[in-house]
């Protein structure tokens, strides 16, 4: 069973347009983050969310928007989509803020 | 605030050498620190971690890291690579029990040569 799963995998999409990336975790955590990684191999956390609070990166655009319907959930939306927003984004979840991070396998978005 | 520093974007070693991987951290608080491997198009997995225990931490795959806090840093070392050792290498850092979400330096990429 994959601990940390997200979909699709891979995304291109034209600009302007709005899309959601999907993640989901087994693992019974409390917090659940979404990092972006970009074509330098830097890792940038956005978001992390832990019981309904949600802590946001201040550099984060707000076209980025975390969802989290349940625990176990935590999807990302994004709206209007730029250039700039081409990266791998990954989600992940540990048992509490500042432990071990679980990742997903990463969703390679393309924005054309 | 925390930072995270690892010296060398790339490292090239052959097979059979040993393998140094350079991190330097800064936290106003007792860190925290983890190094993460990330191999091709997969997500990170953790390869170990320091939480103010032993200063010495053994991790996954033969690699260990020493805490050193009169240097603030946690170089990861291995003492013989192999092929399946290439990937990307990330150190992290946490503020201990405050709880605070991990900050990553900027990545190592590590290449053995046959």
């Known amino acids: 069973d994959t601990a940390v799963s997200q979909t699709p995998k891979y995304l291109v999409t034209q600009m302007g347009n709005d899309k959601s990336i999907k993640c989901e975790q087994n693992?019974?955590?409390?917090?659940m983050y979404w990092y972006k990684q970009d074509s330098k191999k830097f890792l940038k956390i956005m978001f992390s969310?832990?019981?309904?609070?949600?802590?946001i990166n201040e550099t984060v655009p707000n076209r980025f928007s975390p969802k989290s319907p349940d625990k176990a959930h935590l999807n990302l939306h994004i709206n209007s989509l730029e250039l700039g927003d081409s990266a791998v984004y990954f989600c992940a979840s540990s048992d509490r803020q500042g432990e071990k991070l679980f990742f997903g396998s990463g969703t390679q978005l393309s924005v054309l | 605030a925390q930072s995270v520093t690892q010296l060398g974007s790339h490292v090239s070693v052959s097979e059979g050498a040993l393998v140094l991987l350079r991190c330097n951290y800064s936290s106003s608080v007792p860190p925290y620190l983890f190094w993460y491997v990330q191999y091709p198009n997969q997500g990170l997995q953790l390869l170990l971690k320091?939480?103010?225990?032993?200063?010495l931490v053994k991790g996954i795959n033969g690699f260990e890291a020493e805490f050193k806090k009169s240097e603030t840093s946690f170089h990861l070392t291995k003492p013989s690579a192999h092929m399946s050792d290439a990937a990307e290498y990330f150190c992290?850092?946490?503020?201990?029990?405050?709880?605070?979400?991990?900050?990553f330096g900027g990545g190592t990429r590590l290449m053995v040569k046959p």
């Open positions: 320091y939480t103010s225990a032993a200063t």
């Open positions: 693992l019974g955590h409390d917090t």
């Open positions: 969310y832990n019981n309904k609070e949600l802590i």
């Open positions: 992290a850092v946490s503020e201990g029990n405050a709880g605070n979400m991990l900050t």
